[in-house]
């Protein structure tokens, strides 16, 4: 038996999903919502855990800060995501995550079986139509530095708190937030912000 | 027999919320993504139209346009709708939408068959849990002209063709965004963009 854990915020959409999985008569399924995921992992010992690290919910990053999300943090469970190809900044923070298994959200359910099958057997799944999701992430133009900038900015501090949070001068973030504009083909700073949390920079 | 159509974007939980409802003896269960709905509206021709206006993709909102929007613009089906109590802004839209049920996607499966069996009947839903989000919903601060400034913003628009669209000068929309920033508590226009959109106004 595979023990599966699965974590969505959503009740409504995370109780039907596990319902169907638990008709596999080789799965055993758990779900939980993302507050409260690290302690169900504890009692449950998952040999893999599906993760929706979008949710539906602020709680995916919220709840867990940024040393213990459970993407970015880890949770100590083998992780299949659930993701979507037009998201190519989660797709590699997923990646840099650790996760083994990809399913796209737009893949009928059988998908999502055969990614469970193979990272319980402790293989990598990527499905086919995340393809060119994955080459946007390899092709992102921001570099670390730059990311960290824009991802403050999103949260709506001021110039001089972003200067202070990094230790740079006012002038410096402007300069970065300036080539953060014009590296994603923005208008501005607001459409630079827009055109990365569309496609899951921040 | 009940016949319902369910739309979301995600192909996966989709499709197994809809085998949930078809074991329901009196529901005949289709479902479909965003694109496409409308379509699938004057084929199914169901009692029941249940969407996620919130959905995992951009679609929801970019697909349709704003007058012929599902749930702006109206299906032409007695609409329940999936929400979340945090989003205030988003239940407001689905209110001037018409939409008659209002089931917490928190909710366990149950309750969102009691909203189908109830709106079908031709009967107002709301589930218990919404009552907050509603509250906030009415206390809105921004008016509707504050509202379209905010949008066009924050989908990247400069001042200048804010004021161009919406005919008003430079020094007004600068005057708006000003407003919009105090009533929303927000520190900057980016932070009131921010915060805006996690309540679901924008």
Redesign the interface.
Known sequence: MIRVLLVH?????R???A??LAREPDLEVFHA?WRGARDRIGEVRPDVCVVDP?G???YASAEFGEQSHPVTGGLGSPLLV?V?G?RPGLLRRCTEAGALGY???????D??LAGIRQVAAGLRFVDDSLGFGFLKAAQMPLTHRELLVLAL??????VAEIANRLHLTNGTVRNYMAAITRKTG??????A???SR?EGWV
């Open positions: 915020d959503a009740c409504l959409l109780s039907a999903l319902e169907r919502p979008d539906d919910s602020t659930l979507s037009n399913v796209d959200k737009a893949s009928p359910p998908r999502l900015a999103a949260g709506g501090a001021p923005a208008r501005n700073r607001i459409d912000i827009r055109i569309v």
